[in-house]
């Protein structure tokens, strides 16, 4: 399976969840493909941001080496599921769905937990380590959720 996670900045929440979730599939022998992306441009190229790098290296996840992109539509060819942070995000996709098969891949991360629940992973940026923390750990349960769901997948 091929996984994608946005977010707003593709600097905070999805290079997160990105680096988590391909830590869990080399440690479990998951084959696939997962990758990250952003709405805005402001950080294009950049790595992620040093708290988002630093909590990570808490848990021995290095996404240093990460790099800041944006969506585009093609995305919808190549990811069999795309994974939004929050309500903003879904709107922001929603809106660069060319048809219901580009809809139908796109939830949000949490409900992988939380199913219909629509619960958001909050934006961090503005905020303290505390809202770091409390991203990873939600994208850790996501990350879970999610690859045992891609361990059902892989042949
Ligand atoms: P992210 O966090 O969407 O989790 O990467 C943000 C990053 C940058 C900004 C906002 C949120 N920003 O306004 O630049």
Redesign the pocket.
């Known amino acids: 399976m091929k996984i994608l996670f946005l977010?707003?900045?593709?600097?905070?929440?999805?290079p997160l969840a990105e680096g988590i979730l391909a830590h869990k599939m080399i440690q479990q022998g998951i084959k696939g493909k997962v990758d990250s992306a952003?709405f805005?441009s402001?950080?294009m190229g950049d790595p992620p941001?040093p708290r988002a790098i630093g909590i990570a290296l808490q848990h021995q996840i290095d996404i240093s080496a990460q790099r800041v992109r944006v969506f585009h539509a093609s995305d919808f060819d190549t990811f069999d599921r795309i994974y939004v942070?929050d309500e903003s995000n879904m709107s922001m996709i929603r809106k660069k769905t060319r048809n219901q098969d580009d809809l139908k891949k796109v939830d949000f991360v949490m409900n992988l937990v939380y199913p219909g629940v629509n619960m958001e992973v909050p934006?961090?940026?503005y905020g303290n380590v505390e809202l770091f923390e409390e991203a990873y750990r939600l994208l850790d349960l996501a990350t879970d959720e999610l690859a045992k769901h891609m361990k059902s997948h892989t042949p």
């Open positions: 977010c707003l900045g593709n600097i905070c929440r999805s952003g805005e402001y950080h941001d942070m934006d961090p940026y």
